[in-house]
């Protein structure tokens, strides 16, 4: 099974700040990456595909990058409805898994 | 994306068997883009994939639950379903249903938060 471990667990930022989230995986899995957004009581709703891939409708602020076993994803200019967290999940292989996510609290 | 809803009881005794369905709405469950999916998350804890089922019945199983885990699909009712037998208190979580395309969910459901309990 494919372990991914995001970091910070936890960040606290103020509005407008650049964020980043790292994703590391167990082992290579490509571009086969995905983020996901989840706020309180809602289902996580996908941000970004196979790594780098904006998904429709998706801020401009939010992009991924990487490759192999470290990917990032990187919100440029914070705004307060960004406060939730955020999951990384690959589909490289089975069982697929996601991240233990990261926690965004906005000041 | 498709529209998912969930369906089914919230609460379950230990050692019953857990049962959920997804009605999908807003294009077609017999679609070879989609795999209907299931996902997990227990409280206040991450996303646990149980598993998924492929328009032509194929399905996957996490390893963790396959002993216990039985998906199916209703095409003519548009709808999947989920099946988790002996349940433990740790079965306890919110089970969302999602549609997985590309790679990646794209769509789901709200959730349903199903209860082990005595």
């Known amino acids: 099974e494919i372990v991914l471990t995001q970091s910070p667990d936890f960040q606290s930022v103020t509005p407008k700040e650049k964020v980043t989230i790292t994703c590391r995986a167990s082992?290579?899995?490509?571009?086969?990456l995905h983020w996901y957004q989840q706020k309180p009581d809602q289902p996580p709703k996908i941000l970004i595909t196979?790594?780098?891939q904006s998904f429709s409708g998706v801020p401009s602020r939010f992009s991924g990058s990487g490759s192999g076993t470290e990917f990032t994803l990187t919100i440029n200019g914070l705004e307060a409805e960004d406060a939730a967290t955020y999951y990384c999940h690959q589909s490289r292989s089975l069982p697929q898994t996601f991240g233990q996510g990261t926690k965004l609290e906005i000041k | 994306q498709v529209q998912l809803q969930e369906s089914g009881p919230g609460l379950v005794k230990p050692s019953q068997t857990l049962s959920l369905t997804c009605t999908v709405s807003g294009g077609s469950i017999s679609s070879n883009d989609y795999y209907w999916s299931w996902i997990r998350q227990q409280p206040g804890k991450g996303l646990e994939w149980i598993g998924y089922?492929?328009?032509?019945?194929?399905?996957y199983y996490n390893p963790s639950l396959k002993s216990r885990v039985s998906m199916s699909l209703d095409t003519s009712k548009v709808h999947f379903s989920l099946r988790l037998n002996s349940v433990t208190a740790a079965d306890t979580a919110v089970y969302y249903c999602a549609g997985y395309k590309t790679g990646a969910f794209d769509s789901w459901g709200q959730g349903a938060l199903v209860t082990v309990t005595s």
């Open positions: 196979l790594a780098s």
């Open positions: 089922i492929s328009f032509r019945g194929s399905t």
């Open positions: 082992q290579s899995i490509d571009s086969s």
